[in-house]
């Protein structure tokens, strides 16, 4: 899901001082550092001097992150999808609540952390796609369908990607909870437990851990149930809140079961 | 006909409210040899007569009945370069939604896209309407499907339908035959009759084509063989 290193979030978009970020082929750096000229010289429009030759021309950056965590956690018969609402640029807080979740169906919820722009431009197209879905087929899109659609739209724009680390989660046509993790160009994998964004180094190991009991012997693999899960994930946002910046505010949950999809919402530490 | 002075050009209304070429696009389809379709409670049966200018012609290499995917396939009657241009438009049509959607492709998004393209046809500048009429049968997850699409652009979701030299006579024999609680079996027995009822000549296994679909989800022309065991039941 994140082979793409070079476009993993880089803390550099305003105002940090920039990780090492490996230059894209195409020409375009993500993350460069505004206003300090590129380590290789001469890579595409308005990307001018090197250090030692003459004047330096700012680049238009097109990317942000503005941070957030999303996860989603299948069951047998249910999955869940949450995010947190904050709004993250650079040392500030735009917004204490944004939503970065789409219900797409009754059974199929996406949310995305990355971007807000770039998200929310996703999301308007996707829904469009939806309806067009709906009007042509005269019935909802399926769990499959919807994850491939996604991954499709997200690879139309391998050239110039939408900045959005995305995690698809519903109950598919016989009824099992599933979900799928995206990169950032559609590359994408079905899975029992995924989670993206900022704090994703944080609680995808737990994930594995306690759901998929990764890395645990002989501990019996047992099905958590929709309410374990819930707690699980509050604990996983408490924990993430606490150590990563971007993550905090609000944690906004989505149950997806055959009854459709129910939201609770609940509040982290604002600082 | 005064009509025919609005024939010239295809954007061009008759002053009866008709588009000329697509009458005389009909007009071919109504030459070409008799296709039908019946629809039975789990299967489609598809059926041609293989009418060849010359007995010199090699007829295992004719190819009318044809699989568009797995669990979809479509007869014509008309011209058989023109259905050979929607049949790859078809074909990749489906394959471009299943790489979209994960999905095989439901029968009725399927038939209403090469509609849409039999209709651009008959609205764009410097080109003719297909000459052939299609009918385009599956069986997808809402059950067994039979279409019928012409030259226009209209599609009609039928029980059973013939197209082509006889089909009125087709059509009538089938409205007698026809019950709704038929099965594949029954279907192809009645298909066989009904291009026997208008055929000039013997009906053997090698001038004519059958093809099924049934529940098992797979399209598939019966061989030689198979047609002959048919047609000797139905004797």
Same mark, same amino acid.
């Given at each position: 899901?994140?082979?793409?290193?070079?476009?993993?979030?880089?803390?550099?978009?305003?105002?940090?001082?920039?990780?090492?970020?490996?230059?894209?082929?195409?020409?375009?750096?993500?993350?460069?550092?505004?206003?300090?000229?590129?380590?290789?010289?001469?890579?595409?429009?308005?990307?001018?001097?090197?250090?030692?030759?003459?004047?330096?021309?700012?680049?238009?950056?097109?990317?942000?992150?503005?941070?957030?965590?999303?996860?989603?956690?299948?069951?047998?018969?249910?999955?869940?999808?949450?995010?947190?609402?904050?709004?993250?640029?650079?040392?500030?807080?735009?917004?204490?609540?944004?939503?970065?979740?789409?219900?797409? $169906?009754?059974?199929?919820?996406?949310?995305?952390?990355?971007?807000q722009a770039d998200m929310m431009t996703l999301?308007? $197209?996707?829904?469009?796609?939806?309806?067009?879905?709906?009007?042509?087929?005269?019935?909802?899109?399926?769990?499959?369908?919807?994850?491939?659609?996604?991954?499709?739209?997200?690879?139309?724009?391998?050239?110039?990607?939408?900045?959005?680390?995305?995690?698809?989660?519903?109950?598919?046509?016989?009824?099992?909870?599933?979900?799928?993790?995206?990169?950032?160009?559609?590359?994408?994998?079905?899975?029992?437990?995924?989670?993206?964004?900022?704090?994703?180094?944080?609680?995808?190991?737990?994930?594995?851990?306690?759901?998929?009991?990764?890395?645990?012997?002989?501990?019996?693999?047992?099905?958590?149930?929709?309410?374990? $899960?819930?707690?699980?994930?509050?604990?996983?946002?408490?924990?993430?809140?606490?150590?990563?910046?971007?993550?905090?505010?609000?944690?906004?949950?989505?149950?997806? $079961?055959?009854?459709?999809?129910?939201?609770?919402?609940?509040?982290?530490?604002?600082? | 006909?005064?009509?025919?002075?609005?024939?010239?050009?295809?954007?061009?209304?008759?002053?009866?409210? &008709?588009?000329?070429?697509?009458?005389?696009?009909?007009?071919?389809?109504? =030459?070409?040899?008799?296709?039908?379709?019946?629809?039975?409670?789990?299967?489609?049966?598809?059926? #041609? @007569?293989?009418?060849?200018?010359?007995?010199?012609? +090699?007829?295992?290499?004719?190819?009318?009945? #044809?699989?568009?995917?797995?669990?979809?396939?479509?007869?014509?009657?008309?011209?058989?370069?023109?259905?050979?241009?929607?049949? &790859?438009?078809?074909?990749?049509?489906?394959?471009?939604?299943?790489?979209?959607?994960?999905?095989?492709?439901?029968?009725?998004?399927?038939?209403?896209?090469?509609?849409?393209?039999?209709?651009?046809?008959?609205?764009?500048?410097? !080109?003719?309407?297909?000459?052939?009429?299609?009918?385009?049968?599956?069986?997808? @997850?809402?059950?067994?499907?039979?279409?019928?699409?012409?030259?226009?652009?209209?599609?009609? =979701?039928?029980? =059973?339908?013939?197209?082509?030299?006889?089909?009125?006579? *087709?059509?009538?024999?089938?409205?007698?035959?026809?019950?709704?609680?038929? @099965?594949?079996? +029954? =279907?192809?027995?009645?298909?066989?009759?009904?291009? &026997?009822?208008?055929? @000039? *000549?013997?009906?053997?296994?090698?001038?004519?084509?059958?093809?099924?679909?049934?529940?098992?989800? &797979?399209?598939?022309?019966? #061989?030689?063989?198979? !047609?002959?065991?048919?047609l000797s039941e139905v004797e």
């Amino acid at each position: 899901m994140d082979a793409l290193g070079l476009l993993r979030p880089a803390a550099s978009v305003s105002g940090l001082p920039a990780a090492h970020v490996p230059h894209a082929a195409s020409g375009f750096a993500l993350g460069d550092h505004a206003g300090r000229a590129p380590a290789a010289p001469a890579e595409g429009p308005g990307v001018v001097a090197s250090a030692s030759s003459g004047p330096l021309q700012r680049r238009f950056e097109p990317y942000q992150n503005n941070g957030g965590t999303v996860l989603a956690v299948a069951g047998k018969d249910f999955c869940v999808v949450a995010s947190d609402t904050r709004l993250g640029l650079g040392y500030s807080i735009p917004s204490r609540k944004v939503s970065r979740i789409l219900k797409m $169906t009754d059974k199929v919820v996406l949310a995305s952390s990355g971007m807000q722009a770039d998200m929310m431009t996703l999301h308007k $197209t996707l829904r469009m796609r939806l309806v067009k879905y709906q009007q042509n087929h005269q019935k909802d899109m399926s769990l499959t369908a919807a994850s491939q659609m996604l991954s499709n739209m997200l690879y139309t724009r391998r050239f110039f990607p939408y900045y959005t680390f995305n995690v698809l989660g519903g109950i598919d046509e016989k009824g099992e909870g599933w979900a799928y993790g995206y990169d950032a160009i559609g590359s994408h994998e079905k899975v029992s437990a995924v989670c993206s964004g900022t704090g994703q180094t944080l609680i995808q190991p737990v994930l594995d851990n306690q759901i998929e009991f990764k890395q645990q012997w002989g501990a019996p693999k047992v099905d958590l149930s929709l309410e374990a $899960t819930v707690e699980l994930i509050r604990d996983a946002f408490t924990s993430a809140g606490e150590r990563d910046i971007y993550t905090g505010d609000y944690v906004e949950i989505c149950k997806i $079961t055959k009854d459709g999809v129910e939201v609770e919402e609940f509040q982290l530490k604002f600082d | 006909m005064g009509e025919s002075d609005y024939s010239f050009s295809l954007t061009t209304f008759s002053p009866s409210g &008709k588009l000329v070429q697509i009458e005389y696009a009909l007009n071919a389809v109504a =030459a070409g040899a008799t296709s039908l379709g019946i629809k039975a409670k789990n299967g489609i049966v598809l059926a #041609t @007569e293989k009418r060849l200018p010359s007995p010199l012609m +090699d007829e295992s290499t004719i190819d009318k009945v #044809t699989s568009i995917t797995g669990n979809i396939g479509m007869v014509y009657a008309g011209m058989g370069p023109d259905s050979r241009v929607l049949l &790859k438009k078809a074909r990749n049509y489906a394959q471009s939604y299943y790489r979209v959607y994960k999905e095989s492709i439901p029968v009725s998004q399927l038939v209403r896209q090469v509609a849409s393209v039999m209709q651009e046809f008959t609205q764009s500048g410097g !080109v003719r309407p297909f000459g052939v009429s299609l009918l385009v049968a599956g069986f997808d @997850e809402e059950g067994p499907h039979l279409y019928q699409v012409d030259p226009s652009g209209s599609y009609f =979701a039928w029980k =059973a339908s013939a197209i082509g030299k006889n089909m009125v006579n *087709g059509k009538t024999f089938l409205e007698k035959r026809y019950s709704d609680d038929m @099965e594949l079996e +029954d =279907a192809i027995h009645t298909a066989l009759l009904t291009i &026997k009822e208008g055929f @000039e *000549g013997q009906v053997t296994e090698n001038n004519i084509e059958v093809g099924i679909v049934s529940d098992d989800l &797979k399209f598939k022309k019966l #061989t030689p063989a198979e !047609v002959k065991d048919y047609l000797s039941e139905v004797e």
